[in-house]
């Protein structure tokens, strides 16, 4: 995914009514005024953020007789979701890790349990 | 050796990590400031990980990347202050997939009887920037949304 691309998808995501709205899509596609209907806010100003989440590639719309839909895409939320989503997961397993590291590193105080040796200090 | 406390309050752009751990302070320092050490613990096991630098003094920086069959994703940073067992180390983290998007580290190494609390005190600009970072919205109100958004991105297929 281009930086760029990756830029767009953050900026679209970081605001809390983009992101009810991504959910409410995965529900199925919805019209402006759907979507509008949850949130103190004017149409035109949820065609605001449809608009940046579209040009984050996050939604496409399309046109059925005098109402356009917003329909959610996929792709660029799963790469974006590779780091949105395993905080935690990132941190506890780094921590376990470290766990092994320190115990081996008690046994064996000049350096690591594998890979190079730890430089002298 | 235990539980990874974490704690992050709704609209407060702040995550907050403990965690003890079976080893003396001066350990986990080396840990965190030796590329070689470092390497071999942060991040999932999946991920292969590149130091490129790490120059753990007052305005010293480092930069090192996860690597996955997908691609290879940059983090960089400064340290402010020097670091040291007994002041923790206080580092600014950016992910360059996200330029500008920063937020303060200070992690503190706590002497306990068994060995060490860590303490992970991260900062962010903003609450959204945090949630962005912090797939949030785990202990957040944003957390059902992005669960499903979770569920989502797992089930779909790629168009």
Do not use: C
């Not at chain 1, 991504?22 to 979507?35: F, I, N, P, Q, W």
């Not at chain 1, 780091?83 to 921590?95: G, I, K, P």
Request: glycine residues 8%; charged residues 30%; proline residues 5%.
């Amino acid at each position: 995914m281009a930086d760029k691309q990756l830029d767009a998808v953050f900026g679209a995501l970081a605001d809390p009514t983009r992101r009810a709205i991504l959910a409410r899509l995965t529900d199925g596609d919805a019209s402006v005024s759907e979507l509008a209907a949850p949130f103190a806010m004017s149409q035109p100003a949820v065609s605001r953020h449809l608009k940046v989440l579209e040009q984050a590639g996050l939604i496409s719309r399309s046109r059925q007789a005098t109402i356009r839909l917003s329909h959610l895409e996929a792709d660029p939320l799963r790469d974006a979701t590779r780091w949105l989503a395993d905080y935690r997961e990132y941190w506890t397993e780094s921590f376990e890790r470290l766990d092994e590291l320190l115990a081996s590193l008690q046994d064996n105080p000049r350096g690591a349990h594998h890979g190079r040796d730890a430089t002298d200090r | 050796m235990g539980e990874t406390q974490l704690i992050a309050e709704p609209g407060i752009p702040q995550v907050v990590m403990i965690r003890e751990f079976d080893a003396p302070p001066e350990l986990l320092f080396r840990a965190y400031t030796e590329p070689e050490l470092l390497k071999q613990w942060l991040g999932p096991r999946r991920l292969a990980m590149e130091v490129e630098t790490l120059d753990a003094r007052h305005g010293g920086a480092w930069r090192f990347a996860h690597r996955d069959d997908d691609g290879e994703y940059w983090f960089r940073g400064v340290y402010h202050g020097t670091p040291s067992v007994e002041d923790g180390i206080t580092q600014t983290w950016e992910y360059e997939g996200a330029p500008g998007h920063v937020h303060l580290e200070v992690a503190s190494f706590e002497r306990t009887d068994s060995g060490t609390r860590l303490v992970l005190n991260a900062v962010y600009p903003t609450v959204e920037t945090r949630d962005a970072e912090f797939a949030a919205g785990m202990e957040s109100g944003a957390r059902e949304s992005l669960e499903r958004l979770d569920e989502l991105v797992g089930t779909l297929q790629p168009a």
